[in-house]
């Protein structure tokens, strides 16, 4: 990255060891108001905790929340497509808003999530093309968001881990900056799946469904001993019934990674 790109990625980042605590809360487009997020008043508290870096957000609710001031001193990052999951193609995200939106809301970087299922992966390498020849005038990085799953349904880590590095390669390859992908079933898969790619592209892991805090320090610390840049984790922050608990644990996870 360079110029105008590199001051933006550093506000969603911690500028001095290029790792970031990214929070997504877009989940309320795909699935409604689910719990721990049946308002945006419900997310500030945890939002405004100092460990995190950046939150990941559609326009509706990054207006809301910047105006509540709990993304104050943030990176925020403009959620660009997206799909209902009630649609009969709910993996097929379409392009919800644009650069000049984004630029509106003062944001400082671009998401695109993407489903890579066989059946919209052409579609999805179009859009993310196209978001990121829209965004590098102006300078704003672009972090996809990114799921693979086997056209045969064959979910063997060996058929998950190929697909994956196939997809960060592509991410890569269409100029995008960051990617989130979801967490392997095996911790151990995390040496191999990001073999030779992380020193490419900044690759944060996705928490997914709820487990438990100590299995979201264990994914960072696997993450970051191999060059991930750390963890976009949503339902495992808002959902948590003690946040602050799990974030300032993080923190001090970061932390000693750094100092290692």
């Known amino acids: 990255m360079v110029g105008a790109k590199r001051n933006r ?3 969603v980042v911690h500028h001095q060891t290029g790792q970031g605590l990214i929070i997504p809360v877009d989940h309320g487009l795909t ?3 689910i719990s721990g997020m049946e308002s945006s008043d419900s997310l500030v508290r945890c939002l405004s905790h100092p460990a995190v870096s950046a939150v990941v957000a559609h326009k509706g609710m ?4 910047a105006l509540s001031g709990c993304l104050l001193g943030k990176g925020m990052i403009l959620q660009m497509n997206g799909m209902m999951s009630l649609a009969t193609q709910p993996n097929r995200k379409e392009l ?8 509106r809301l003062g944001a400082d970087a671009l998401s695109v999530d993407l489903v890579f299922d066989s059946v919209n992966d052409a579609h999805n390498l179009a859009l993310l093309g196209s978001v990121v020849d829209q965004a590098a005038p102006y300078g704003l990085p672009v972090l996809v968001m990114a799921k693979y799953f086997h056209a045969g349904g064959n979910t063997s ?3 998950t881990i190929g697909g994956m590095r196939r997809v960060i390669r592509a991410a890569w390859e269409l100029g995008a900056d960051a990617v989130k992908i979801p967490r392997p079933d095996a911790i151990a898969d995390i040496p191999v799946l990001l073999k030779g790619l992380s020193s490419d592209i900044d690759v944060f892991f996705a928490g997914g469904a709820r487990s438990t805090d100590e299995e979201t320090l264990e994914l960072l610390s696997a993450g970051l001993a191999v060059g991930a840049k750390g963890l976009c984790v949503g339902r495992n922050v808002f959902q948590n019934p003690h946040p602050e608990h799990l974030l ?3 923190s001090a996870r970061y ?3 750094a100092v290692a």
Not at 62 to 65: H, M
Not at 96 to 103: C, F, I, N, P, R
């Open 157 to 159: 880590s060996e058929v």
């Open 62 to 65: 990054l207006e809301r929340l």
């Open 9 to 11: 990625w550093s506000r």
């Open 248 to 250: 300032g644990a993080l």
């Open 31 to 33: 699935s409604g108001p």
């Open 96 to 103: 919800l808003a644009t650069v000049d939106t984004a630029l």
């Open 255 to 257: 932390a000693q990674h």
